[in-house]
């Protein structure tokens, strides 16, 4: 049982410390009233806190951090140190983000990004990179983008040196985003690594980390077996034994923070540990509740609204989540994406001009070669003009026909908007009026109920209008990310049964056919476990009672076949060959964007199988889709 022992012991010094310290501050202030901390005293405990991994300590808090460093910046950057230059930078950034002000740290990363890139200086860009991807992991559902960045500091990184000591700091990064997106198997990868590096190269600040992700990621095992939860105990102790050797009050947060989920995860076997990580949640809230915009007091009251939902406290969690999450919040987000978003297109647009600059050294080389021999090659160059006329007429032709292209995007763009406006348009005066409704007073608790359920329902809905155009935005344009890996399909259908169960709003039973014991297919889980449930939750709405079936089993050597039928009340003959159009709804007065089935069949058709409706079945309807049992030319993740 992980206990941050011997704490109260510590505590007490540290108080007595703490007490002697400012008594003994007040008699120096009497003896010598113009005594202060010089600028080089602040940038030696600055560059002190990039060394240990901190951003404040018990003496100097997150404010002066920030205030010393805005100070000292254009000092030092004259100094020859450029490396220690940059760290402070980002070190400033990541200030402004724990305190909440994430416009002002883009605003640093976008400078940083600017020197190094005006300066040519490579480590500059790795930090820049980082910066941009802490911004982004501050937003939510931001992770990919957050992702992104860090592998390219890596990438930069690699330019400088494969064994640079900075690399640590980015798989530890990488590692924390690949955990919270649940790709586990990639995670525990780079903590391998990170732990033959720390074998060979030990560094306490490092260490102290990395058991943070060792701990979480046990943890998000510990649904399996509680033997998961012994092993987080174990890096926790360590934890624990690297903060009493160098007590730091940042560590210390970190520690409290992961013991308090280790608590959370334990009480899936035994609830009174809800209590103990509630407990603790509740501590850190208080501790930072000065600043209800900072990074900790948005990671302690989001665990501890589901701490509350779990426990049926839906009221607690509600009030939190309102005050933790103001409408301007939402509006505030999306500031900070567009702005960190404009750094990260200026990098690639960078990274594409130096490539191009690349290509035309080559070319102008090519050229001064081929004059010297430009004599001996002049009936060479007589075919190669013509040839080169031949690419101006079809460049012209190129060019009509990209003409006629944007014409038709116009014209595409135009209908989906006005399909957009009219799907969005019920939910939002749903949401509006039934808000004001909830603002009036006399109204009986039933009739809240009932208002506030409309509002969740209609917001859920917006919720996943928007989700939808952001998936089929991203399939279009090769944006989506797929992870192909080895997965068995015969759980994953039993998964997917299992979850529409728990959501079904119907009597219809749900039935699972297939003659396989397993199957392994390289797909990717998580798009395949989409394209089902969408089939199946699309079954449920025309489908009161009777049976919905999801049927598996292969059907030749290299492909396998899904099929869902339901008996509800079918599809006309005469909207079956629509019905994988955008917007397309049999129903328009069912809840559902009209999406849904064309992500399904994008999907399908980039992992590399096919989908139809079944035209010969009456009983209902009947959706089929082929998927390959092995992706053609060993196909990988896409990014």
Known sequence: MPIINKRGKRNHLRTKIIILTFIGQILLASVFPAYAITNSEKQRILQSFVRRQVLYDDSVSVDSVIAWSEQLLPTLKSEKNKEMYFLLQLQLANAYTLRGDVSLATDRAQLMYEEAQATKYNFGMVVSNQAIGDAYNTIANMADKALESYYDAFNELSKISTQHPYKTHLMLKICNVLQRKGRLEEAIEVLDKLETILQQNPDYPTEFFFYIEKTNFAISHGHIAQRYLDEAATWLHKMDSIDQLHPEKFYHFHLRYTTAAYYRAMGNWDKQYWKKALN?????????????RSTYYRWTSQEKIYLYKIQGMSME?????????????TLASQNYIRQISTIKAKYQIDKIEVASNEEYGKIITSILVGSLILLALFFILA???????????????????????AENAMRAKSIFLSNMSHEIRTPLNALSGFSALLTEEGLDKETRRQCTDVIQQNSELLLKLINDVIDLSSLEFGKLQFSIGKHDAVSICQNVIDTVNKVKQTQAELIFLTELDKIIIETDDSRLQQVLINLLINATKFTPQGSITLELKKETEDMILFSVTDTGCGIPLDKQGSIFQRFEKLNENAQGSGLGLSICQLIIEHIGGEIWIDPKYTGGSRFCFTHPINQPNGKETDK
């Open 280 to 292: 603790i949640y509740s501590e850190l809230q208080d501790e930072y509740s000065n600043n209800k």
């Open 317 to 329: 969690a509600c009030r939190l989540y309102q005050e933790l999450y103001p409408p301007i919040d």
């Open 383 to 405: 075919i190669l003009l013509r040839r080169q006329r031949e690419r101006v007429k079809q460049s012209t032709q190129d060019l009509a026909n990209s003409r006629v292209n």
